[in-house]
């Protein structure tokens, strides 16, 4: 079946520093991927998201890049803020059309300041 | 901005006892999902809901899980017979058409 997974399961940076997340995704029909941020407590929250024609797209202080050649989706924060602290996950869908997330383990980004 | 509400945001049960757990989408969303996410783990899909049926679900989603759009704003999980696996957290997700699904805060259920 599918799956989608995180290269690692904690990310320590320091505030100001640029931190980049990582995830590997199984399905190569897989055509649509997002990053959430989830807050402890909360339900997951959009950050940014790619189509697989692209291979990259800017947020405000975030970029995601995709890689399909080795299915590999990163996110890149810049400037990281303490607000920032969460855990991030992946998701990747077949269809841009209402299809099921299928979501990464999660990455918990910690930023000292 | 619009969001997507749930309630209650804890639900504490005893084990074989039924839940609906509430979730009022973005109202002028089309697609309408649940996810769980047990203690620690990754955000698993339940079921999608779309046209007033289910248009896919999941292994979790078995005999014991419904879901209703009982109106034209909330749409319910159903737990019939709860057990202490399925203490978790639940989120509901609506979706217009196409791009993010935006999700709720969470239910969280304990099962005793």
């Known amino acids: 079946g599918e799956s989608v997974g995180l290269h690692l399961p904690t990310l320590s940076v320091q505030e100001g520093d640029n931190s980049i997340i990582n995830c590997a995704y199984s399905?190569?029909?897989?055509?649509?991927f997002i990053w959430y941020k989830q807050e402890s407590g909360k339900g997951p929250q959009f950050i940014i998201d790619i189509r697989s024609n692209m291979d990259k797209r800017q947020g405000q202080r975030v970029t995601v890049l995709l890689n399909k050649t080795v299915k590999h989706l990163s996110l890149q924060i810049a400037a990281t803020q303490p607000g920032d602290s969460a855990v991030y996950f992946c998701?990747?869908?077949?269809?841009?059309?209402?299809?099921?997330?299928?979501f990464g383990q999660g990455t918990e980004l910690s930023v000292k300041p | 901005e619009p969001e997507v509400t749930q309630t209650p945001s804890h639900q504490v049960t005893q084990m074989g006892q039924e839940v609906i757990l509430r979730c009022v989408p973005i109202?002028?969303?089309?697609?309408f999902y649940w996810y769980r996410q047990i203690l620690g783990q990754k955000v698993e899909f339940l079921v999608s809901?779309?046209?007033?049926?289910?248009?896919?679900k999941s292994e979790i989603f078995d005999d014991q899980f419904s879901v209703e759009r009982p109106d034209g704003s909330n749409f319910t999980l159903k737990i019939r017979s709860t057990k202490l696996e399925d203490s978790a957290m639940y989120f509901c997700a609506s979706l217009w058409q196409d791009g993010e699904q935006f999700f709720g805060p969470g239910t969280r259920l304990t099962v005793l």
């Open positions: 809901f779309y046209n007033n049926e289910i248009s896919e």
């Open positions: 109202s002028n969303h089309l697609y």
């Open positions: 998701a990747a869908q077949k269809d841009n059309q209402g299809g099921k997330l299928i």
């Open positions: 399905n190569s029909a897989s055509d649509y």
